[in-house]
């Protein structure tokens, strides 16, 4: 991490600026270096005793381990990770955090639909929104949707994830030096309130056991507009879909409560018998003419994507404890109660949607 992170990055318990201790500090180029506004982490001081050489200096620390302390607590930096949360946290979802750091260290290959699969999740993102900006992608798992926006023209990118994701999302992001990664978990994010001009929360809320929990802290720090992905209680397809989703979670309920490795394993079973050949008589469909007709077809979504994509889906889908679906009007009014007016997407994945200040 780099001392300036501190200029945003702050107690996720009281919210009060951290110091740097016990520090191994590498000798690494990165980005230039403004004085920071609200706290020098290099110093551990305000801002305003910072001199240019002390901005310089900064620009070319990393520090690869120590802690952040301050009254409220300490919280170590490894492998140049601050970690705030840890294996035993209380407050966390153990289930959940360990399905998640297990699914990214087995699927943490850069595929290539994740580019398709990217458009459609900022198809509804002007790109103004990114310029020069300050972004939270919350939830980041191996950090593959951060790898597409660091190449934005954005000032500052913050990756968080609970789970030892968080170490391949690191892996995923060494050549953006902008970009900086956080253990945290999403119902206590760890930076300072509208801090975020930016954020983006993408297949995460739908899997807390207190949505609202990530929704406040979501909200808290994001001072701008805020992008969304939440399954979709199939509010727009026949009642055929819903009958076979109503099956699906059934299965879900009994297949989370399985080892991983056995998960794992299943996944891929259900990728082949499942998800493909469904996927594939979707895409003969189509290719035949009859657009509408394939889109009908369950997992007609998946209909160009490859075998680890659709094994990695299924993971995900039936390995994590938790699921939420939500409609379009239910999401329009939780994001109407935190101050945000919605729009959303007209394509698949469904429901994706931009919450824009009310404001």
């Not at 201790?21 to 000798?27: C, F, I, K, R």
């Not at 191996?142 to 913050?158: I, N, Q, S």
């Not at 001009?197 to 994001?222: E, I, K, Q, W």
Request: include cysteine; charged fraction near 25%.
């Amino acid at each position: 991490m780099r001392y300036y992170v501190l200029d945003d990055v702050v107690d996720p318990v009281r919210g009060e600026p951290l110091r740097v201790a016990d520090a191994e500090v590498l000798d690494r180029d990165g980005p230039a270096v403004e004085r920071c506004r609200h706290w020098c982490g290099l110093l551990g001081s305000l801002p305003d005793l910072a001199t240019p050489a002390d901005c310089q200096r900064c620009a070319r620390a990393w520090i690869h381990s120590g802690t952040l302390a301050n009254a409220a607590g300490s919280y170590p930096i490894r492998d140049g990770i601050p970690r705030f949360v840890g294996a035993d946290d209380p407050q966390l979802d153990a289930k959940t955090q360990e399905s998640f750091g297990f699914e990214w260290e087995r699927f943490d290959g850069l595929l290539p639909e994740y580019a398709t699969e990217f458009d459609n999740y900022f198809s509804i993102v002007p790109r103004s929104l990114l310029a020069d900006a300050v972004v939270l992608d919350a939830g980041c798992g191996m950090g593959r949707w951060a790898r597409r926006v660091a190449r934005e023209p954005v000032r500052r990118l913050y990756t968080v994830d609970f789970s030892r994701a968080i170490d391949r999302a690191a892996q995923t992001l060494a050549d953006a030096p902008h970009a900086h990664c956080i253990q945290a978990d999403v119902c206590h994010l760890p930076f300072r309130a509208g801090s975020m001009n930016f954020s983006y929360c993408l297949g995460v809320l739908h899997h807390l056991r207190d949505p609202d929990a990530g929704m406040r802290s979501l909200t808290r720090v994001t001072g701008g507009s805020l992008l969304l992905y939440l399954y979709y209680a199939l509010d727009n397809r026949s009642r055929f879909h819903r009958v076979i989703l109503a099956a699906v979670t059934v299965a879900r309920r009994l297949t989370s409560r399985l080892p991983k490795r056995i998960m794992l394993a299943l996944a891929w079973v259900i990728a082949v018998l499942v998800y493909w050949p469904l996927a594939r008589l979707a895409r003969l469909i189509d290719r035949a003419g009859f657009a509408r007709i394939a889109h009908e077809i369950p997992l007609s979504h998946y209909r160009s994507y490859s075998m680890r994509f659709m094994a990695g889906d299924a993971f995900d889908r039936f390995a994590t404890p938790v699921e939420g679906r939500y409609t379009r009007v239910q999401i329009r009014e939780w994001l109407g109660r935190y101050g945000y007016r919605a729009s959303f997407s007209e394509h698949t994945p469904y429901w994706v949607t931009l919450g824009t200040p009310e404001r």
